[in-house]
Structures are given as C-alpha cells and as structure tokens.
T-cell receptor
Framework: GAGVSQSPRYKVAKRGQDVALRCDPISGHVSLFWYQQALGQGPEFLTYFQNEAQLDKSGLPSDRFFAERPEGSVSTLKIQRTQQEDSAVYLC????????????FGPGTRLLVL | AQRVTQPEKLLSVFKGAPVELKCNYSYSGSPELFWYVQYSRQRLQLLLRHISRESIKGFTADLNKGETSFHLKKPFAQEEDSAMYYCALTRHGSSNTGKLIFGQGTTLQVKP
C-alpha cells in the first residue's frame, strides 16, 4: 500500500508569508507526528496526534506554528508569518498506535524562507 | 535532559572493513533505543530497535545501560550501506506517546 505522503515537496516563501504543509498518513494509523529537521541536524519533535486529538505540542517553537488533524487522518502544519529560521525539512510520520510502534516517515517538505 | 549524541558526523571505511557507529544517550528513565537510516534520495526508515534484539542487513546494536550507549556495528561493510544513520530514543512505558529524540546523524561512506 501507499506510504506516508507529504505535499508540497518543496516550498519557497517570502519572509512574513503564511504556509501550510500537508501530511497524508498511512490509512488506519492512529498516531501522527511532525518533526522539523534543520540542515545538518537530526529531526526534532514538533507535535503528536492520536486520531484527531493533539496530545503533545511541546515541540512547537512558537505560537506561529499550528497543527491540526480534524478528522483523524490528514494533518496540516501551518506556519504563520514565516521567518528565515523556519527554513528546514518538515517530516511527518505515522504509526499504528504510537508508543513503541514503528514510525513510518514521509519524504518531507523542504521549506525555504527568503 | 534527554539527549542523543552521535560524536561522528562522517565515518569513512573501505568495503569489507568493520563498522561501528557510536551513539550515547542521556535519559533519566527507561529508554527504548532505535537506529534509523536514510539512503540517498529515500525517506527515513527504521533499521533496528534494541527491544527486538535482531540483526538487520548484518547490523546489530547492543544497549549498554552502564555506559548509556547503543553503538551500531557491522563486521563487514558493503557499499550499499552508505547512508545517513540516526540514533534515536523514546521513553519506554505506557505513558509514552512514541515521540522520538534523534541524534545529529552520522554519514557512513563505504569506499570500494
């Protein structure tokens, strides 16, 4: 079956612009994670959903970052008033139940803020 | 603080040589450790996890709680092992959400 998909794959935004990044998890996966990966670094946790409930948003770097998963499947990560430091690859991962289940990663969205 | 440290950004070996990718962690509770791999132009994928104690593609990793390490080893490197390797941990237990804490990654380059 299809894996985790993300769109767009690449996004160039002008500083101050709002962006929306989409994640389609594997069908039936309850848990969904967003990670941010800066150049030369490992992924860093942003937020976690169990179905439609956002149970952990401790990694969101500022109130400009907002994530939702209204129907418990597709998720959107929104960044308002983008800054240059937001330039990174944004990874989405899903797992069947969370906890110790294997996380399956999407290809990522590469965001460049000019 | 929870932290995963991979001290080498780049490890270069010749085909057939042994490989050891180092990973040290700092964690106050009981962690579960993973190795993830990203081959060129592919997505990040799980290589192995300590709890399953299995060997994948000839790689093994042993959790050493005394030294807080989870080094990845392979006795004879192959060119197809060239990739970026990330060590990661999550909290073990029923309250765990599964969120992963990653190291900075080590690029393994296997030369012919």
């Amino acid at each position: 079956g299809a894996g985790v998909s993300q769109s767009p794959r690449y996004k160039v935004a002008k500083r101050g612009q709002d962006v929306a990044l989409r994640c389609d998890p594997i069908s039936g996966h309850v848990s969904l994670f967003w990670y941010q990966q800066a150049l030369g670094q490992g992924p860093e946790f942003l937020t976690y959903f169990q179905n439609e409930a956002q149970l952990d948003k401790s990694g969101l770097p500022s109130d400009r970052f907002f994530a939702e998963r209204p129907e418990g499947s597709v998720s959107t990560l929104k960044i308002q008033r983008t800054q240059q430091e937001d330039s990174a690859v944004y990874l989405c991962a899903s797992s069947f139940s969370g906890r110790q289940e294997t996380q399956y990663f999407g290809p990522g969205t590469r965001l460049l803020v000019l | 603080a929870q932290r995963v440290t991979q001290p080498e950004k780049l490890l270069s070996v010749f085909k057939g040589a042994p490989v050891e990718l180092k990973c040290n962690y700092s964690y106050s509770g009981s962690p579960e450790l993973f190795w993830y791999v990203q081959y060129s132009r592919q997505r990040l994928q799980l290589l192995l996890r300590h709890i399953s104690r299995e060997s994948i593609k000839g790689f093994t990793a042993d959790l050493n709680k005394g030294e807080t390490s989870f080094h990845l080893k392979k006795p004879f490197a192959q060119e197809e092992d060239s990739a970026m390797y990330y060590c990661a941990l999550t909290r073990h237990g029923s309250s765990n959400t599964g969120k992963l804490i990653f190291g900075q990654g080590t690029t393994l380059q296997v030369k012919p």
